[in-house]
């Protein structure tokens, strides 16, 4: 087991990983920008460097400064948690040839798991379903061809990347030739990488997806699915576990195509295997994420788990002792992303400082978060500060236990979205669990309408 591992990150994912590493007695090396040097994460770990200026390139991207505060301290492991360079493989390769520990999958994993059509192909070799669509094509005039053949309405999307960059939908064959453009410009200005390829646009649909483990001798673990269809731009607001639609035999058909996907590239560590579900319980592979999930708590509620400490065991070279057969949901959990932005103004970005902030408690209520009283909250980084979660007995009283978590959650000094979150929890399509992924523009469209009525 290692004795001293950097988090390679910031914010509620730093404190969560310090806290996994405390209850394991582990050291705790936190890196920070010159704008993060006041943050709770700093002052957990037990040692910190700074490395670099507030933009994200500067310091959280900077992997020469994050490499060298690892060797500098002795850490023999690092934890990339999420985003930043959780899924480069360039990191990952570096981290190897200064042998420190990459807490996650291998270099060549993430490279083939993160080429979406590499990834679609494999997924079809192995017998996973994928959406109906196209391998990676550049010409326009053959792109548009297969388009015809997909039919209308499909996707543009880029092989490389994700956070709903590089996608386009495309309704019509006149609207086809610009989406196409578009679509590859944006991915090679994000990614540098402007390979498309075309899926079948299904809707409406809801996303599914499916928590695994994986260690290094070849077991593997599905710890049961995620329901994260409540989102806006491609980005989760609530995430829920289990998911309302799933009945325990599509449950069981899902986790295994899911044990497939890993097993049909030796996967290591944590993963997540994301599927769409349609109206008819027919589910497609999208996509596996090869990292730490934002919404992991939600599992790990239910399953009781801990699936960051997995993680650093299964790092560290340990054996799988969960077995599926012993794998148990008990209840429902339900997670609430706490962002800084101002809901009624088009999800303007809020920064400033905290001047009081009320935390909710009580059995089964957690907050994952960075945040404290004076915390001030910089402008250069995600939006999120925090993750409600609770968990209950059933789906209608955990829906229950988060409206009054929430109406007890108080943060002034900025704007924040709780109250969007309880007026969700209180929608009927919500509560009767058959929404799907237009459900925010389905509901943004009724409120422009009564808007519009009472005007």
């Given amino acids: ?56 390139v500067d310091s959280y991207l900077n992997m020469a400064a994050i490499l060298e505060a690892a060797v500098v301290s002795g850490a023999q492991a690092i934890h990339p948690g999420y985003g930043l360079l959780s899924e480069n493989a360039k990191f990952v390769s570096l981290c190897e040839k200064c042998n420190i520990e990459f807490i996650g999958p291998t270099a060549e994993m993430i490279e083939r798991l993160g080429d979406k059509d590499t990834a679609r192909k494999t997924m079809q070799a192995a017998g ?63 990614f540098g990488d402007g390979a498309v390829y075309m899926e079948k646009f299904l809707s409406p649909v809801k996303h599914i997806e499916m928590q695994l483990l994986c260690d290094k001798y070849g077991n593997v673990v599905c710890l049961g699915e995620r329901e994260c269809s409540v989102q806006r731009k491609n980005q989760k607001l609530i995430e829920e576990c289990p998911s309302p639609a799933i009945s325990p035999e599509l449950r069981r058909r899902m986790m295994a195509a899911a044990v497939k996907a890993a097993k049909a590239v030796h996967y290591e560590n944590a993963g997540t295997v994301e599927f769409l579900l349609d109206k008819d319980k027919n589910f497609y592979f999208m996509e596996m994420n090869t990292r730490l999930q934002v919404e992991h708590p939600v599992t790990e509620m239910v399953v009781g788990i801990d699936i960051v400490q997995w993680m650093i065991r299964i790092a560290s070279g340990a054996k799988l002792t969960v077995t599926q057969d012993r794998v148990y949901m008990h209840g429902n959990a339900i997670e609430c992303r706490i962002n800084a932005e101002d809901a009624d103004h088009q999800y303007r970005p809020s920064c400033g400082t905290l001047n009081f902030i009320h935390i909710p408690g009580g059995p089964c209520v957690r907050f994952d978060t960075a945040i404290y ?77 009564q808007n519009k009525d009472e005007s």
């Fill in 1 to 56: 087991m290692f004795s001293k591992i950097l988090i390679a990150n910031r914010g509620e994912i730093a404190v969560r990983i310090i806290r996994a590493c405390r209850e394991m007695g582990i050291s705790t090396v936190a890196v920070y920008s010159q704008a993060d040097k006041n943050s709770l994460h700093v002052s957990m770990a037990d040692e910190s460097y700074c490395i670099g200026g507030p933009l994200v």
């Fill in 128 to 190: 996973v379903p994928v959406t109906p669509g196209s391998d990676v094509i550049d010409d326009i005039d053959e792109a548009r061809e297969k388009a015809k053949e997909i039919g209308f309405p499909l996707l543009v999307k880029a092989r490389s990347g994700g956070g709903g960059r590089g996608i386009r939908r495309v309704d019509c064959l006149e609207d086809f030739d610009n989406a196409f453009l578009s679509a590859r410009a944006e991915a090679q200005s994000a």
């Fill in 373 to 449: 009283q004076n915390y001030s909250v910089p402008p250069y980084y995600d939006s999120m500060i925090g993750k409600l979660i609770v968990q209950a007995r059933s789906r209608e009283l955990a829906i229950r236990k988060m409206k009054m978590a929430l109406s007890e959650l108080t943060i002034n000094g900025i704007k924040q979205n709780r109250d969007l979150h309880i007026d969700i929890l209180s929608d009927p399509k919500f509560v009767s669990g058959e929404y799907t992924t237009d459900f925010m523009e389905e509901r943004q469209e009724r409120l422009n309408k």
